[in-house]
């Protein structure tokens, strides 16, 4: 007979095996993995299948290619080329955009909302991706507050 003392250790070292990794992956932040359309539900492919790892090398958004895929956080991420994507497995939080790919300025507002991969700022060596050339014009005049503002909010929203 084992001892009640035992037992009681050995039910909760079961109960914290099932549930550890359900909690491990709620930790995780949420990838943006919305499609073009608001609505339209939800795809698993970061950024539009555009090259994060493009936008710090290249300056610019690069669509990926599907020979070149790499699977992280729960989405599907593609680069343009081999080397990128190495890089990316490497160290993929310091080529991800920031608040999971969601818009930026978005986020400061406090929504999460999908994002046009052609409208980006890499700041301060990270990626913040916006909704449109609109939200990105009101981002540019203050990223420094809005990153500040967007910062405080984001892990709430993901509770949301």
């Known amino acids: 007979m084992i001892p009640s003392s035992s037992r009681r250790v050995l039910l909760a070292s079961?109960?914290?095996a099932l549930v550890a990794p359900r909690l491990a992956r709620a930790a995780e932040p949420s990838v943006?993995?919305?499609k073009n359309s608001f609505f339209g539900g939800r795809t698993d492919t970061a950024i539009n299948g555009y090259d994060t790892v493009a936008?710090?090398?290249?300056?610019r958004p690069v669509k990926g290619d599907e020979r070149f895929v790499h699977e992280w956080m729960g989405a599907k991420w593609q680069f343009s080329s081999q080397a990128n994507l190495d890089l990316f497995k490497a160290?993929?939080?310091r080529w991800a955009p920031q608040y999971g790919g969601y818009c930026a300025y978005g986020v400061a507002q406090g929504k999460l909302v999908k994002v046009e991969p052609e409208q980006f700022t890499v700041r301060d060596g990270r990626l913040y991706l916006n909704y449109?050339?609109?939200v990105q014009a009101t981002w540019l005049k203050d990223p420094a507050?809005?990153?500040r503002t967007a910062d405080g909010k984001f892990r709430?929203?993901?509770g949301k």
């Open 14 to 16: 079961g109960l914290l």
């Open 32 to 34: 943006n993995t919305l």
């Open 55 to 59: 936008y710090f090398n290249g300056g």
């Open 91 to 93: 160290n993929p939080e």
């Open 132 to 134: 449109d050339a609109d």
């Open 145 to 147: 507050g809005y990153v």
């Open 156 to 158: 709430s929203l993901l």
